[in-house]
């Protein structure tokens, strides 16, 4: 039996190497994406404060009236003091062709007293320049920029395989790494003085092992931030009811067919403030989102800068149907059942945000054992194989010399 698992964590390991290698070294450097990205990009995110900033509502409607080939998917409603305001865009559908405009970026930078453009780039864009840099690992690290398909996010799908596989072989290789009661201690144990090979070994079982709970953590988050909707909620949901969502619960409408809304966002905006004064919320509504794949709004409610959710379980949000402007859902947390407790973890667990600054500065030393861990095992199976190659042959020539 052992034999078998040993095989299998040999040949899970090799085929999830790169990709962890990968995501290990971007995890460790996105877990501080805004700061990074706002430290190499200031023209994006910094605004001289030259007069009081305009309704964000307003900003938002002068980009789209000057430029009638996007719509804004998401803004924040109110600005950071000395920041750019910053929104999402999509290409609107081309009534002449009935495809979507190639705008070129989908994100839009503005200054807050004016209303003019900052400046624009094409978030998840492959590209090592200043300006996409910190976007481009973003997307990589859970993509690995593989391009979609076949109506489907493949490299979102393939990544989210991987972590299925890694959450497998977490179990695989916690059974192996301990092969015996009476050498349980050996598990834990590093032989600094050892040095080479006996090192790299210790290193990848026992820095595997006293990370235990963390990359066990790290492997099923990662499935249900690529796989959530296609795993996780359906397997959550077969043990605890979970609260309707409404993008699980609605089917998706093609790019060329979007959803068009006949709310407003400052009615969306009113609802949600209503709403939100109802069920006891203290914090302002912050940003609002429309997903015209699912007709859906969602409003947030955070203090300016705080979109991310840093500490606890994240952000409440609101969603509303958008043609008809009834109420579509909540997302309120720490409240719901087990089921949906569980899944509003993912994410904070995931980034390490649900205990703030501390978490983040773990996910990055995760990430980079994480990286570690793919290397040190590639170099065991390096070592093993040229052994075994070694072996047979010197089995070939002493069958030739008889």
């Known amino acids: 039996m052992r034999r078998l698992l040993v095989i299998a964590h040999r040949w899970f390991g090799l085929f999830m190497a790169v990709f962890l290698f990968i995501s290990g070294l971007t995890g460790a450097l996105i877990s501080w994406d805004h700061e990074l990205d706002e430290w190499l990009n200031p023209h994006l995110f910094h605004a001289p404060a030259t007069a009081a900033p305009l309704p964000a509502v307003e900003l938002a409607a002068r980009l789209e009236a000057a430029d009638a080939r996007l719509r804004v998917r998401f803004m924040p409603l109110e600005v950071e003091p000395g920041h750019s305001f910053s929104v999402s865009v999509e290409p609107r559908v081309d009534p002449a062709t009935g495809q979507l405009y190639?705008?070129?970026?989908?994100?839009?930078?503005?200054?807050?007293?004016?209303g003019g453009i900052l400046g624009r780039r094409e978030w998840g864009k492959v590209s090592l320049d200043p300006e996409n840099l910190l976007p481009f690992l973003y997307k990589l690290h859970y993509t690995m920029h593989i391009p979609d398909g076949f109506g489907?996010?493949?490299g979102t799908l393939f990544m989210g395989i991987?972590?299925?596989?890694?959450?497998?072989?977490?179990?695989?290789a916690l059974w192996i790494s301990f092969p015996s009661r009476a050498a349980w201690r050996q598990s834990f144990a590093f032989r600094w003085k050892a040095g080479g090979y006996r090192l790299n070994f210790d290193l990848h079982r026992s820095g595997a092992v006293w990370l235990y709970?963390?990359?066990?953590?790290?492997?099923?988050?990662?499935?249900?931030?690529?796989?959530?909707?296609?795993?996780?909620?359906?397997?959550?949901?077969?043990?605890s009811t979970l609260s309707p969502s409404p993008f699980a619960d609605r089917a998706m409408a093609p790019p060329t067919r979007p959803v068009e809304p006949l709310v407003t966002v400052p009615e969306v905006v009113d609802k949600a403030r209503a709403e939100a004064a109802r069920r006891g919320w203290t914090a302002p509504p912050?940003?609002?989102?429309?997903?015209?794949?699912?007709?859906?709004?969602?409003?947030?409610?955070?203090?300016?800068?705080?979109a991310h959710g840093d500490g606890g379980l994240g952000n409440p949000w609101l969603y509303f149907d958008a043609r008809s402007g009834a109420a579509a859902g909540a997302l309120e947390p720490g409240s719901g059942s087990a089921g949906d407790i569980f899944l509003q973890a993912m994410f904070p667990l995931h980034s390490g945000r649900i205990i703030g600054t501390p978490g983040r500065v773990l996910m990055t030393l995760c990430g980079l054992a994480v990286a570690m861990l793919s290397v040190t095992g590639v170099v065991i199976w390096a070592r093993k194989r040229r052994a075994r190659v070694a072996k047979a042959q010197a089995a070939r020539s002493g069958l030739v010399q008889a």
């Open 102 to 114: 190639e705008l070129g970026f989908n994100q839009v930078a503005l200054d807050p007293a004016t």
């Open 152 to 154: 489907m996010q493949l």
């Open 162 to 172: 991987v972590a299925i596989v890694w959450v497998i072989d977490s179990l695989v």
């Open 213 to 239: 709970p963390l990359l066990l953590m790290l492997a099923v988050t990662s499935v249900s931030m690529n796989l959530g909707a296609q795993v996780v909620r359906p397997l959550v949901g077969w043990f």
């Open 286 to 306: 912050g940003g609002v989102f429309l997903s015209t794949a699912f007709g859906v709004y969602g409003v947030g409610f955070f203090e300016p800068g705080n």
